[in-house]
């Protein structure tokens, strides 16, 4: 398990736009994050008083930029900076977010690294229910 601390300094969301709280496992191909940052008042993300279930998209970005920066790290580099460009057969189980208690499970898995791209599948959960699935494309810069 990784907190907060250890990769935060790692990525460019910063404050209350870093979503993640906590990475809990991590290789080469994949990582497991958790947060409970959907039920902060602060969410940037918030609209309309609530948070709808298409910011899952920007929790799954956050964790692909959170395994990229730590492949770098472990490769003795830094991660490039990336954005993403595309996002592919997101599918979204629930309308909305902010009322679930605990903390959302976030799962991305690297399915092609190539020098100026990424391309990622992500899940995120909640109590072992699927919220959100999906695919993305990340160019670096």
Not at 64 to 73: D, I, K, P, Y
Not at 91 to 115: F, K, N, S, Y
Request: net charge neutral.
């Amino acid at each position: 398990m990784l907190p907060k601390s250890d990769w935060a300094h790692l990525i460019p969301h910063t404050g209350a736009m870093c979503l993640l709280d906590e990475v809990v496992e991590w290789d080469a191909a994949r990582l497991h994050a958790r947060s409970a940052s959907h039920q902060r008042a602060d969410n940037p993300l918030r609209a309309d008083g609530m948070l709808h279930a298409v910011n899952l998209c920007e929790y799954a970005a956050q964790a692909m930029a959170v395994h990229g920066a730590l492949r770098e790290r472990e490769a003795g580099g830094r991660a490039r900076p990336g954005l993403l460009v595309a996002l592919r057969d997101v599918e979204l189980r629930v309308e909305r977010i902010d009322d679930l208690p605990g903390r959302l499970q976030v799962h991305v898995e690297c399915l092609l690294a190539m020098a100026d791209s990424l391309q990622y599948a992500f899940q995120a959960g909640h109590r072992g229910s699927i919220l959100a699935t999906g695919r993305a494309a990340v160019m670096l810069r």
